[in-house]
């Protein structure tokens, strides 16, 4: 109930290319759904975040497309730099009650020049 | 210092040995976790403080791991007689409350990186 499924494993994406990363999740609960970055040596840091009364939202380059009734949302990351190779994580959170955020195992994402 | 900060930033230790490992918050913010980031997975939720409330700690992942937070501010980990399976970064995050915590905004610190040899 508490999972949240993310793919693929790790993406080589060239640079100018669109990277995309899948998450799932099971708790119909969950109603907050955000993407962390980590860069090599440091701490995630929040990129971007979508509720479920919307489908999609876009910060620059940045794209959270969200699918209810299937459970599912992902991240695109459109012109990939090389600047973007990181670890990316989704998470689901409920607002109501919940104390931590459920996160994915991340995505490993490497931007070629 | 205006981030999350965690000490120390590398430790090796042996096996059976005892660690403690230091979380130094934003100033302010009143909601604290440790997290478990082993090699290549994902961020494994640990303990969870806010404010004066008892610490959620369903994530610990047995006896040998406790944490206190004094005084509302700085967090220790504490990991006895560690073992190889312990190996891992042990992230720490705060947030401003826990209304903001429902927003998902927590700001982590770069980490400890323990080695149990």
């Known amino acids: 109930q508490q999972q949240v499924k993310q793919s693929p494993q790790s993406l080589i994406v060239q640079k100018g290319g669109i990277s995309i990363i899948n998450c799932a999740y099971e708790?119909?609960?969950?109603?907050?759904f955000p993407w962390y970055q980590q860069f090599p040596g440091k701490g995630p840091a929040l990129l971007i975040a979508?509720?479920?009364?919307?489908s999609e939202k876009k910060e620059g380059r940045f794209t959270i497309s969200f699918n209810k009734s299937a459970k599912q949302f992902s991240l695109h990351i459109m012109d990939s730099q090389p600047g973007d190779s990181a670890t990316y994580f989704c998470?689901?959170?409920?607002?109501?009650?919940?104390?931590?955020?459920?996160f994915g195992s991340g995505t490993q994402l490497t931007v070629l020049p | 210092g205006a981030g999350v900060s965690q000490s120390p930033s590398n430790k090796v230790t042996e096996k059976g040995k005892d660690v403690e490992l230091r979380c130094d918050p934003i100033s302010g913010h009143t909601a604290l976790y440790w997290y478990r980031q082993s090699l290549g997975q994902g961020l494994e939720f640990l303990i969870y403080?806010?404010?004066?409330?008892?610490?959620?700690k369903s994530g610990l992942p047995s006896d040998r791991f406790s944490a206190e937070r004094t005084g509302g501010s700085v967090s220790t980990l504490t990991i006895q007689r560690t073992q190889q399976e312990d190996s891992a970064v042990y992230l720490c995050?705060?947030?401003?409350?826990?209304?903001?915590?429902?927003?998902?905004?927590?700001?982590f610190g770069e980490g400890s990186r323990l080695t149990v040899l």
């Open positions: 403080f806010q404010g004066n409330s008892a610490p959620d």
């Open positions: 998470a689901s959170l409920i607002s109501g009650s919940a104390r931590q955020l459920t």
């Open positions: 708790n119909t609960a969950f109603d907050y």
């Open positions: 995050a705060s947030s401003l409350t826990s209304g903001r915590v429902r927003t998902g905004e927590l700001f």
């Open positions: 979508i509720r479920p009364d919307v």
